[in-house]
Structures are given as C-alpha cells and as structure tokens.
C-alpha cells in the first residue's frame, strides 16, 4: 500500500476506515476462534462487567471510556446476541443492571487471550509508527473536549463570512 496525501480534509474518512481496517482483523480472529458474530467492540464491555459484576449502563460507559449512547447500543446488542441480561438494581428498582450471561462467561478464556494478544499487536503497531496512536487518540479527544469541532468549523464559517465581505 502507498502513503497517502489525503489531509485533513478526509480526516473523519480516514478514521473511519483505519477503525474498520482494525476491527475487520480483530473480527477475523475472532472467526478464526469459532467465535463467529462477535463483535470487537463487544470486548471491552464483557471485560468490564466480568471484572466489575452487574453494572449500570453509565458505569460501563465510564469503564471503557464511551459515551452513554455508544455503551447503550452496545449493551443492547449483547442483550440481542444473548450475551447480556439486563436487570432491576436490587438497591434502585429505577436502574437496569447489565450482567453476563453463562454463555458469555463461557467465552471470557478466549477473549482474555484474544484481548492479551492484541495489545501485543497493537503495541507492536505504535512501535512501527512515529507517534504512538493511542497517546495521538487521547490527546486529539482532550483538545475537542475543550474545543468541539462544531466550534471550530463555525469559527472558520464565520472567518470566511468575512473574508467574503471584504472592507
């Protein structure tokens, strides 16, 4: 494959498709495991709640470091996939609890193992790159958190208002 010279003007593209190229080989490991329909991003999650226990929606979004609504639909996918339950907080009847199902605990030999294993790689991978990925990640989320790009963009809207006004 050739480097690119697509800029910033791709970036949301580029993401999304360095993102699938990643997922898509997770993915095809987990095929290679048996673990057929399984989803990468579905790992995160079972290892919180297999490390944490029953936890609310809320709590397995702050444990993996996603948005309530990201967390939410995922959830909602493992309930689908028959991998999570979801239950009443015995402590707060307003709150569901997502809990492991015994068929996704059935899995958590092969996913601490997948999951040991593509940290190996992925670490493999930033030492192949100038920057580390994950550190660039982390500090790009810092810099929208203070500054979300809508912000940006409407700023650069409203300088090219002005450049088109003219004196």
């Known amino acids: ?10 970036l949301g593209t ?3 498709h360095l993102l699938d190229v990643l997922d898509g080989g997770v993915a095809a490991v987990y095929a290679d495991l048996g673990l057929t329909g399984f989803r990468p991003r579905y790992t995160p999650v079972v290892r919180a709640l297999a490390a944490s226990g029953p936890a609310s929606v809320g709590e397995v979004a702050k444990a993996v470091g996603v ?29 569901r609890l997502a809990r492991l199902t015994a068929r996704a605990e059935a899995l958590l030999p092969a996913l601490e193992a997948e999951w040991t294993a593509t940290t190996e790689a992925a670490r493999a991978l930033e030492a192949e790159l100038p920057y580390p990925l994950s550190r660039l990640v982390e500090e790009a989320l810092e810099a929208l958190a203070r500054r979300p790009m809508r912000t940006r963009v409407r700023e650069c809207m409203g300088e090219r208002a002005g450049e088109a006004e003219g004196p």
Do not use: F, I, N, W
């Open 67 to 95: 948005t309530h609504s990201a967390a939410s639909q995922t959830v909602a996918h493992l309930v689908k996939d028959g991998l999570v339950d979801l239950a009443p907080d015995p402590a707060d009847q307003r709150r």
């Open 1 to 10: 494959m050739t480097r690119s010279d697509h800029g910033p003007e791709l």
């Open 14 to 16: 580029r993401l999304r």
